[in-house]
């Protein structure tokens, strides 16, 4: 199939129409303020990449449980709002968009970024490959605690709260983060989930939990501004189904029936060039814009698109460099390449120092 349209093109998602196709993806940068308070050094880095279709921020706890990382930002206190304030007007100025990634780590966190140093919780007790990033450095992941269910619903009732003062602080919509290993996505694959009441088990029974976040936030914020994310096969944070095409088929299958703003794909692997499922069976499922993530270049994404593969393709490290990607692929511009060094933490340098063409 071939489309009209080209990741210039303006797009109609949720209420709103974005200028183009070119979507910031989410990036933590661990440079939040006190109190994981959003700064304006925050607010000048998303102000600086308005040019985009739309902004997703880098992912933002719903609750101090949701923490498992250091300086990373929150949407939990009223501070917290103040501070996002601050970015959404900043990006609004320069008639930019912007959705709020909302975010609860599960299992992927540390006894000292908990409240109360209590154990990070997860659908089941299985701790993770790997090692948390905390102010100590480097520590082992520790067993999580596993949910009982009772508690659930206070986990749903955080997205919602969250949901609440994302609308306060400014932003068009919220993204739920459903992708990556953390809490949502931990529900949803097996190797994670080894439940035994209604919340494991069969397919229905692991995206339980997300279904019911889904329709808690959209039931108070409006469908058309609740996106989600998803990464069927990604290994990143110990992360494996053993049947990821079926069990994402369902997922988009049930999120379809919410109608939500945009589906957002983490194609593949992101720590490796695997690439196994089959991202049509995917996205046929899904009658509202799909985004597509992961190892697009300006040629690929803009064929995709041009296919009628995608709808919108988002850019993760190439927006870090290139506050002015946009301009840049329009005008077949260099394209200029991060430090990874300092992709996570720090101050300016590496964050809001690169220049515009
Ligand atoms: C990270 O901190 O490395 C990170 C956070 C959220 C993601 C993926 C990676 O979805």
């Known amino acids: 199939m071939t489309t009209q349209h080209d990741l210039f093109d303006p797009i109609?998602?949720?209420d709103y129409t974005f200028p183009n196709r070119i979507i910031m993806a989410p990036l933590t940068r661990n440079r939040a303020g006190e109190g994981n308070v959003p700064?304006?050094?925050?607010?000048?880095y998303y102000q600086q990449r308005a040019g985009a279709g739309m902004i997703i921020t880098e992912a933002?706890?719903?609750?101090?449980?949701?923490?498992?990382y250091p300086?990373?930002?929150?949407?939990?206190?009223?501070?917290?709002?103040?501070?996002?304030?601050?970015?959404?007007?900043?990006?609004?100025e320069k008639n930019g968009h912007i959705f709020l990634q909302l975010w609860h780590v599960g299992r992927i966190s540390h006894p000292s970024l908990q409240p109360d140093g209590q154990l990070p919780v997860a659908p089941s007790a299985i701790k993770p490959e790997g090692e948390a990033f905390t102010y100590e450095g480097l520590q082992e992941f520790v067993e999580p605690r596993a949910l009982e269910k009772d508690e659930l619903a206070s986990i749903i009732a955080d997205y919602v709260n969250a949901a609440r003062k994302a609308m306060q602080a400014g932003f068009e919509g919220v993204e739920i983060h459903a992708a990556n290993g953390y809490l949502l996505d931990q529900f949803l694959r097996d190797g994670s989930?080894?439940?035994?009441?209604?919340?494991?088990?069969?397919?229905?029974?692991?995206?339980?939990?997300?279904?019911e976040v889904v329709e808690a936030v959209c039931a108070v914020i409006g469908n058309r501004k609740v996106g989600v994310r998803i990464s069927p096969e990604n290994s990143f944070n110990d992360m494996h189904d053993s049947d990821a095409q079926n069990t994402f088929n369902a997922v988009t299958e049930m999120l379809n029936g919410f109608n939500p703003a945009y589906l957002h794909v983490l194609e593949g692997d992101m720590g490796s060039d695997k690439r196994e499922l089959d991202?049509?069976?995917i996205k046929s499922r899904f009658s509202g814009p799909y985004m597509a993530n992961c190892g697009y270049?300006?040629?690929?994404?803009?064929?995709a698109v041009k296919n009628g593969e995608v709808d919108m393709v988002s850019f993760g490290t190439l927006f870090i460099s290139n506050p002015d990607l946009v301009e840049r692929f329009k005008t077949g511009a260099e394209l200029a390449t991060g430090d990874k060094s300092t992709f996570y933490g720090g101050d300016e340098k590496g964050y809001t120092d690169y220049p515009t063409l």
Do not use: C
């Not at 990373?72 to 900043?90: F, L």
């Not at 439940?195 to 029974?205: A, F, I, K, L, P």
């Open 279 to 281: 991202y049509a069976q």
């Open 297 to 303: 270049d300006f040629e690929r994404a803009d064929q």
């Open 12 to 14: 109609e998602v949720g």
């Open 60 to 68: 933002t706890q719903i609750s101090p449980q949701g923490v498992g």
């Open 193 to 211: 989930n080894q439940r035994e009441d209604e919340y494991g088990g069969s397919v229905e029974n692991r995206m339980r939990l997300l279904r």
């Open 39 to 44: 700064t304006g050094m925050n607010a000048s």
């Open 71 to 92: 300086a990373t930002p929150g949407i939990h206190s009223d501070e917290q709002v103040a501070g996002w304030k601050r970015v959404t007007d900043a990006v609004h």
